[in-house]
Each structure stands twice: as structure tokens, then as C-alpha cells.
């Protein structure tokens, strides 16, 4: 072998198998936000059918919900790249480490803002597609690209984008926007900040160290659990502003009065715990992280339920 030919461990290196290639991709659109997203979908469905929609509707609408919200979350890895190499939490995302090109990333957002604006649009209603590029745009322009990295509010307007699922559920059985629908939308964008805050204050050392000035880094432990338990109340009685907008039975309202107590409960454990100065491994800030999830599935779990049990009487 002379000194110009290539040594046979200089050649480049294989690139990745097809699977691996596809589950990088699909883990830039965020699949466990776009599950969370789904779950208050098909609920609002049910209540604006107030019964069984089209079975067609359903997958479509999913699909198309799924395709958008995939788009806003591939975006946001892509603008987000630089800060989530500096995030523990992050530092495994496709973009974080080369796994994926900043390049085909960006493309692959812009495709899925396409097909998904396209596919609402054609198979479910032109309403629902607006309103999922709004909440695409508002998510990428308005929070990624202007909220997160400037202000300690950034979660409570930025959330907003997560809390267009049921709108677009709502227009996509009856081609417009009522006030149950609204209420819904409340109620989400009041549980977004006890729901995000606690996950903010496990990480905070994370945000802090990637410059981004989520309100547990800025702000004692005190000051956000007492915001998060303000959020609760007004996030429980929205939903409690459903039974009479949308004539709601006693399953849905067990279920919200039920599950908003334990909620309310868990906020007052936190602050209890931040009065007293607890350190992080005792506050348990992702206790009441994790029950926020299990709040938003009964509570629409009980909204799909109640007027399936009105069409059955």
C-alpha cells in the first residue's frame, strides 16, 4: 500500500439503516407531545357529534392533527438545536447529535406543514387546516422563535398552540368554533403552566445552563408553586364552566370535580413543600408533572363519555 492510497479504516463510515433513519425522524416530531395532543381530540369530537362521529372523520382528522403537530415540533427542534445540545434533558435529540442534518430537518418540517395543511383541508374542512397552521405558526414563530428565550411567561402564551387540538376537533365535525369548544381551549391553556412549571423546576439547572428564562430559573420556588396553584383553580373551574355552556351530565362532572380536587391537592402539596424550603429531591416537583397527564385523560375521557351516555338514556 502506498502513502496515497486510502487506509481501509479511513473510509468513511456506513450510513444508518433505514429503521434507524426512520425512527430519528420520527423522534424530531415528538411523538409523546403529539399522543398528548391527540387525546383531547377525539373527546371533543364525541362532544360536538354529541355521539359517535364518522369513523373516517376521526382517523383523518388524527392524521392530519398528528402531520401538523409533527411539523411544529420538527421545527422546533430545528431553530431549538443550539440550546438542546446544553440540556441534559435534550442533548439525545436527532439535531443534538448529528444524527439528522440541520438541512433535512428543516425540510422535513416544511413537508409535514404542507401535507398536513393539504390533507385537513381536503378530507376534513378548510377551517380545521387554518385553524392547525395557526396553532403550527403561533408554536414556531411566536413561542420557539420569539417567547422562549425572552421571557419567563414564555409556557403560559406559548402554550396556547397545544390547546388548538380541540378546536380543530370541533370544526372538524361542525365546520365552526363554539363556546364548549372554547371552554376546552381554557381549560387546557390553565393546566398548561402546572403542568410545564414542575417539569421547569426538575431541569431549571438545565434551562439556566442553555440561557432560557423559564420561570423557575428567574423566580423562587415559592413564587412558581403559588402561580401553579393560581393556574389550578382557574384551570378547574373552567372545566366546571363546561357542565352549563355544553349541558353536561353527572360523569363529566364527577370526573372534573373528582380529578380537579386531586389536582388542586397536589398544587397545595407543592407549595406546602416550597414554604419549607424542601430541596429538590423532596419537593418532587414531577409528581404533580405526571398527575397533570392523568388529569387531562379523565377529565376528557369524561367528556367523550358523557354524551355517548346521553344518546344511550
Known amino acids: 500500500m502506498t502513502a496515497l492510497e486510502p487506509r481501509a479504516d479511513a473510509a468513511a463510515a456506513p450510513s444508518p439503516g433505514l ?3 426512520v425512527r430519528n425522524y420520527v423522534a424530531l416530531t415528538k411523538p409523546r407531545i403529539i399522543e398528548l395532543l391527540l387525546v383531547t381530540t377525539v373527546p371533543t369530537m364525541f362532544l360536538a357529534q354529541r355521539g359517535l362521529p364518522s369513523l373516517w372523520l376521526v382517523i383523518a ?6 402531520l401538523s403537530a409533527g411539523s411544529a415540533n420538527t421545527l422546533n427542534c430545528y431553530i431549538d438545536r443550539d440550546i438542546d445540545k446544553l440540556m441534559h434533558r435534550t442533548e ?3 439535531l443534538a447529535t448529528g444524527a439528522i442534518t440541520p438541512a433535512a430537518a428543516l425540510r422535513f418540517g416544511i413537508a409535514l406543514s404542507v401535507v398536513s395543511t393539504l390533507w385537513l383541508g381536503l378530507l376534513v374542512n378548510w377551517l380545521s387546516a387554518a385553524l392547525s397552521f395557526g396553532a403550527m405558526a403561533f408554536y ?3 413561542y420557539t422563535m420569539v417567547l422562549k428565550r425572552r421571557t419567563a411567561q414564555n409556557i403560559v402564551w406559548g402554550g396556547a398552540a397545544g390547546c388548538m387540538p380541540v378546536l380543530i376537533g370541533w370544526s372538524a365535525v361542525t365546520d365552526t368554533v363554539a363556546w364548549p369548544a372554547v371552554i376546552l381551549f381554557l381549560v387546557i391553556f390553565f393546566w398548561t403552566p ?6 421547569s423546576m426538575r431541569f431549571k439547572d438545565d434551562y439556566a445552563n ?4 423559564m420561570l423557575p430559573v428567574v423566580a423562587q420556588d415559592v413564587a412558581v408553586a403559588r402561580q401553579v396553584v393560581a393556574y389550578s383553580w382557574a384551570m378547574v373551574a373552567a372545566s366546571l364552566a363546561l357542565v352549563p355552556v355544553a349541558d353536561m351530565g353527572w360523569v363529566y362532572l364527577v370526573g372534573a370535580v373528582v380529578s380537579g380536587a386531586l389536582f388542586i391537592g397536589e398544587a397545595h402539596r407543592l407549595l406546602a413543600r416550597a414554604k419549607e424550603g424542601a430541596a429538590a429531591s423532596v419537593l418532587k416537583p414531577m409528581r404533580l408533572f405526571h398527575f397533570s397527564i392523568s388529569y387531562l385523560t379523565i377529565l376528557f375521557l369524561a367528556v367523550a363519555v358523557d354524551p355517548l351516555l346521553h344518546l344511550a338514556l
Do not use: F, I, Q
Request: no cysteine; glycine share 20%.
Open 19 to 21: 429503521a434507524v433513519t
Open 61 to 66: 382528522t388524527l392524521v392530519g392533527g398528528a
Open 92 to 94: 439525545g435529540r436527532p
Open 140 to 142: 414556531v414563530g411566536v
Open 194 to 199: 402546572p403542568h410545564y412549571w414542575p417539569l
Open 210 to 213: 442553555a440561557g432560557v428564562p
